[in-house]
């Protein structure tokens, strides 16, 4: 049984920055890729960023602001945010690709970026 958890979301100043980090657990874990969604009121999921091992790639909307970067040694992913908009309010989702054994969700964080 492989678990997601999402932590660091909250409120935050447009402008402001928050780092999501999202701990894995499990047995039978091995090299995985990650990414990081999210889903604002109203809309569909959308791919914020991904990190495969062997490349990154972000969002058109969150280019030159977010970081992805995943720790395997602490089975940890991460996504750093900075200069946030009003527009990245969102619940914010971790997904992992496991090779022959498939995609596991989080349960998401909520970020809220407002005055």
């Known amino acids: 049984q492989v678990q997601l958890r999402e932590s660091g979301g909250g409120l935050v100043q447009p402008g402001g920055s928050l780092k999501l980090s999202c701990a894995v657990s499990?047995?039978?874990?091995?090299?995985?890729?990650g990414a990081w969604f999210r889903q604002a009121p109203g809309k569909q999921r959308e791919m914020v960023a991904t990190?495969?091992?062997?490349?990154?790639s972000y969002a058109d909307s969150v280019k030159g602001r977010f970081t992805i970067s995943t720790d395997n040694a602490k089975n940890m992913v991460y996504l750093q945010m900075n200069s946030l908009k009003p527009e990245d309010t969102a619940v914010y989702y971790c997904?992992?690709?496991?090779?022959?054994?498939?995609?596991?969700w989080g349960q998401g964080t909520q970020v809220t970026v407002s005055l």
């Open positions: 997904k992992i690709t496991i090779p022959t054994m498939g995609h596991y």
């Open positions: 499990g047995s039978n874990l091995r090299s995985y890729a």
């Open positions: 990190d495969t091992g062997g490349s990154i």
